[in-house]
């Protein structure tokens, strides 16, 4: 097994750092878009992989992959409006830490960086590595459109 890094470029919010921190460290509001359709579309870009039974609450989401069982990621410390750190466990073939960092820019503009440490064997970097790193940068576009509240 080896450790991988993957970076996302940065990317720009246009709402203040707290809502953004306060939004996204509550895995309640995962339950929002993570639906059958968006499971689907995960499943038709790594057919080998089908995840259902999706749920989450405030520090973690579960979820099935099909043959390997159930797995979870957790949030593992939250750094008010800076960090949010994620952690994996159950039987995912790959262990994975996952930082949201956030610096603000101005009053109303938030700079964020995903960066996912994932520890696998190779031929899973093979199969995957690839994929990683544009789901990375798939992930941090989409935060950046989330439909974060007003204060």
Known sequence: MGLSKYTSEIKLIDHKDEIVFNYL?????????????LLQKVTQQVPQIKITNFESDQDSCRFSIGGMGQSEIRIVNREPFKTIKLASSGSLP???????QLLPVSENQTKMKLTLHAEMGMMIK?????????????????LTRLPYPKE
């Open 25 to 37: 460290s509550n895995f309640e509001h995962l339950s929002e878009y993570i639906n059958d359709g």
């Open 126 to 142: 093979m199969m995957a590595g690839n994929k990683l790193e544009e789901g990375v940068n798939q992930l941090a576009d989409m």
């Open 94 to 100: 790959v262990e994975i830490t996952f930082w949201i």
